[in-house]
Structure formats: structure tokens, C-alpha cells
């Protein structure tokens, strides 16, 4: 069952001269663990918009086809009432956080739904928990790395228990260590908790091997859409400039030279680290 569905979407930014995202139609299942990526001004951004209403209730413009999240009508639904099915986790966490406690960011979104004290009080220590920022409750938020922003801003949106994540480039300002972790701690909660995770990024050796999705676009429009073993080991990904992950551009290497590993293509170091020992160990 689809949790995010798009048909022929496609919009135009107010004063634009052409539109940023074209004809769009994708389709996520409900519990995926999608990656859309593509070159920088795609409409990867823009895209995200769309799935929880900031597209067209806040940014306004020219938008037709159809958007469904969680099974509403995001052209029939405000921001506010989306933001119970959709969370959105900023580029920059800093647009996200304002309050003088990590404690006071993560509860805003509950205190706006009106939650009651006691279960509000369980939800924030359970995001805090989970994202592993609870001992920085009291902690002013400027007070905070990157990496420790960036948890808080994703334990705000945790929070609220949204049935979907979207997270637009969450790492782009962190060190590849401290991406890790956060990509990490996004997988673990898809993989335990089955919330439907939408992540955009670009550096696909630190995030590829997570998803089981992928949307590739280019100029506006979705250019592939489906496997990501098989997406990112083909040529026409490598034509639209996307920075495959290392391990599946050294499987095509290998396979070039005649190694055959018998096995799809690998997403990470580790899957193509375990793809050598089984061709290298003795039968």
C-alpha cells in the first residue's frame, strides 16, 4: 500500500521561468526505505515539499497533478493536520530549532496538538531516548554540534509518531563519522519501528546501502525509480552524473576484468567486503 503517491505532478516557484519539478509520478510503499537523489537544482527539494504540504500552502505557485500522504489529499489538507502523518527534517537543523531547551524543541509540535501533559511527557523522553539526546535535555540547542542538532531536530519530528520521515540532505554540514551515525540511527528506527523513511541525499556511499528504494531525477523529472541494486549499477545512472557508491563502481570494475561474484551489485563496503570473502574463501 502506498504511504507517499504522486501523479504527474508538477510545479512552478512564483516568478519562475520554467517549473521545478515536472510530470512527477512516484509511488512509496508504506515501511520503504527510499533515497531520492540526483545532480544539485534536480528537484529533490521540491519534490519534499510536496509531501507535506509546504507545497501549496506555504509556498505558493503554479502545482497540478495529484499528491497523496498517508492517504489524504495534500491539496485538501493543511500543513497542520499533514504534520500528524508527514515529519520534515530540515537541511540546516537550525531552521528547525528555536527554543532554550533541547526538552522545549522536541515537545513544540505535541504542545500544538494540545497533547496532555503525562503523555507528552512519555513521547519527548521516548524521541530523546531513541536519538540519543536525552542527557543534553537541558541544553540550549545553539549550544550544540551539528551532529547533536541534527538529533534533536529528528527527535522533534519523532515525536510526533508521523508514519512517514522525510529528511532533506539531514548530513550536509557533518563530518562523514557523524553522518554515519545519524543514517544509522534513520535506519534503525525504519527497521524497528516501520516508520516509511524518504531521505534525500547525494552522497550515496554513506546512504545507499540503507535503502531499498531509489529515485533518481534530473531536470525536474524522475529519470529512474525502483531497485537500487540494480539503479546504481546501471550505465544510465552513471551518464546522469550521480556519484555511485565505490563498492558497486568496483564490482563493475571487477566484472570488466572478468571477475564474476555471482551476486547483484553491492551498495556499501561491507556488503562488498562480504562478496569477496565468500568468492575468496574455499568451497
Known amino acids: 500500500m ?68 498517508a492517504g489524504l489529499a495534500v491539496k485538501d489538507h493543511q500543513i497542520h493536520e499533514l504534520a500528524k502523518h ?50 543534553l535535555r537541558e541544553r540550549a540547542p545553539h549550544e550544540l554540534s551539528g551532529g547533536q542538532q541534527q538529533r534533536v531536530a529528528i527527535a522533534s519530528v519523532l515525536a510526533m509518531q508521523p508514519e512517514v520521515m522525510v529528511l532533506d540532505e539531514p548530513t550536509s554540514f557533518l563530518d562523514p563519522l557523524s553522518a554515519k551515525r545519524i543514517f544509522e540511527t534513520i535506519h534503525n528506527l525504519n527497521r524497528t519501528l516501520g516508520i516509511t523513511v524518504i531521505l534525500v541525499e547525494h552522497r550515496l556511499d554513506l546512504t545507499a546501502g540503507y535503502c531499498n528504494h531509489i529515485v533518481i531525477m534530473d531536470e525536474g523529472k524522475v529519470i529512474l525509480d525502483g531497485d537500487p541494486h540494480k539503479i546504481l549499477n546501471s550505465e544510465e545512472t552513471r551518464l546522469i552524473g550521480v556519484g555511485i557508491p565505490k563498492a558497486t563502481r568496483l564490482y563493475q570494475m571487477l566484472e570488466k576484468d572478468g571477475v564474476n561474484l555471482n551476486h547483484e551489485a553491492p551498495l556499501s563496503s561491507d556488503e562488498m567486503a562480504r562478496l569477496l570473502k565468500e568468492a575468496l574463501s574455499p568451497q
Open 2 to 69: 502506498a504511504t507517499i503517491e504522486t501523479r504527474n505532478v508538477t510545479y512552478t516557484y512564483p516568478g519562475a521561468a520554467k517549473p521545478s519539478i515536472q510530470d512527477v509520478t512516484i509511488s512509496i510503499e508504506k515501511g520503504e526505505f527510499a533515497l531520492i537523489t540526483g545532480p544539485s537544482g534536480c528537484g529533490k527539494t521540491t519534490l519534499c515539499r510536496c509531501f507535506n504540504g509546504l507545497i501549496p500552502h506555504f509556498y505558493l505557485g503554479e502545482l497540478s497533478g495529484e499528491i497523496r500522504a
Open 86 to 135: 508527514v515529519g520534515l527534517v530540515f537541511q540546516n537543523p537550525e531552521n528547525q530549532l528555536f527554543a532554550l531547551s533541547v526538552e522545549k524543541d522536541v515537545a513544540f509540535g505535541l504542545e500544538n496538538l494540545g497533547m496532555l501533559r503525562e503523555e507528552m511527557r512519555k513521547r519527548v523522553d521516548w524521541a530523546m531516548e531513541l536519538t540519543g539526546v536525552y542527557d
